[in-house]
């Protein structure tokens, strides 16, 4: 029986790894993809998030130079949310591969540059597979990864750009997540670090380029690693069955703000949420992960580590 064909995905992503004090997530998500022969990358878009434009489309050209498979191009994307239904370089090369191929869209970071090409190219929905997105939570959720943290992560690429998501909730696509709360079960420790350092020159870099990232969810969360927050959503196309996940209502209300200073919350700063709710049956409808498997680490250091590691 022949191996089924790898699957044909289009990663949009922030990448920020190397920029001091940003996550590397972005970064480990796509040498990951491109070390995981259940899929193959038809291309890859930057768009601004864990850094500014200008940092994130250098930093993905490198790594997908250093990591990617010959010729894939990276195409720069929207540098902010005011830039939403812009046809830039990233839409127009979306739109050119989903007019080649039917294609699954990881999107890593804000969804801009693909409600973008879902808005400037209705035509096209239909060669949408799926969108897998790094966002939502559950009611009452709080993103807090340790007791020692201070003040509650955001849904940073849903905050970003609400509107591009409600652009995606009203299009009909199949929509799944792969939220803080799955990835919260996972954690890259020092130890990992230092196994992937000896692996392979893919697994040296990671290292390399982690440990100062390590260093401040150490020092400043008290934790004993990190959470791989991106990783989670390229586990999920090639592995689904190791992530737990239920079908739910998806929907954007607005609440009092988790993040606010002090000060901001005494003057009652609100904000959008993105929530799920398995019971909800009305509205857009979408599937969210919620636990890895035992398995799902493990794989995820051999993909890391890549061929030979």
């Not at 480990?28 to 259940?38: C, D, M, N, R, T």
């Not at 191929?101 to 879902?118: D, F, K, Q």
């Not at 440990?211 to 401040?216: G, V, Y």
């Amino acid at each position: 029986m022949s191996p089924p064909l790898p699957t044909d995905v289009w990663i949009d992503t922030d990448p920020a790894i190397g920029v001091p004090g940003a996550d590397v997530d972005d970064g480990l998500a796509l040498i990951q993809a491109f070390h995981s022969p259940e899929l193959r990358v038809r291309g890859v878009s930057a768009v601004f998030g864990n850094a500014p434009l200008t940092l994130t489309y250098p930093i993905g050209c490198d790594v997908v130079s250093r990591f990617g498979p010959a010729n894939l191009a990276v195409h720069a994307g929207a540098t902010c949310a005011d830039e939403l239904g812009w046809e830039t370089d990233a839409v127009r090369a979306l739109a050119r591969a989903l007019g080649q191929a039917p294609l699954v869209i990881i999107a890593l970071g804000p969804v801009t540059n693909v409600a973008s090409a879902v808005e400037c190219h209705p035509e096209l929905v239909d060669r949408i597979e799926s969108i897998v997105m790094v966002a939502a939570r559950r009611p009452g959720q709080r993103f807090l990864s340790s007791e020692e943290q201070p003040q509650p992560f955001p849904d940073l690429n849903f905050d970003s750009d609400p509107a591009a998501m409600q652009i995606l909730l009203e299009s009909g696509i199949d929509l799944v997540f792969a939220p803080w709360e799955v990835s919260s079960h996972v954690w890259l420790t020092e130890e990992d670090l230092d196994e992937l350092e000896r692996a392979s020159a893919a697994g040296a870099y990671i290292a390399g380029e982690s440990r100062p990232w390590l260093s401040l969810w150490q020092e400043d969360l008290h934790s004993p690693g990190f959470n791989p927050f991106d990783t989670l959503a390229i586990g999920w196309v090639t592995h689904p069955h190791l992530l737990e996940h239920f079908r739910c209502g998806v929907w954007i209300e607005s609440g009092p703000s988790d993040t606010a200073s002090p000060e901001e919350q005494r003057a009652g700063l609100t904000k959008p949420y993105l929530l799920v709710d398995p019971d909800r049956r009305d509205g857009p409808q979408a599937r969210y992960c919620h636990q890895p498997a035992a398995g799902f680490k493990p794989l995820l250091l051999e993909r890391l580590a890549g061929p030979g590691g």
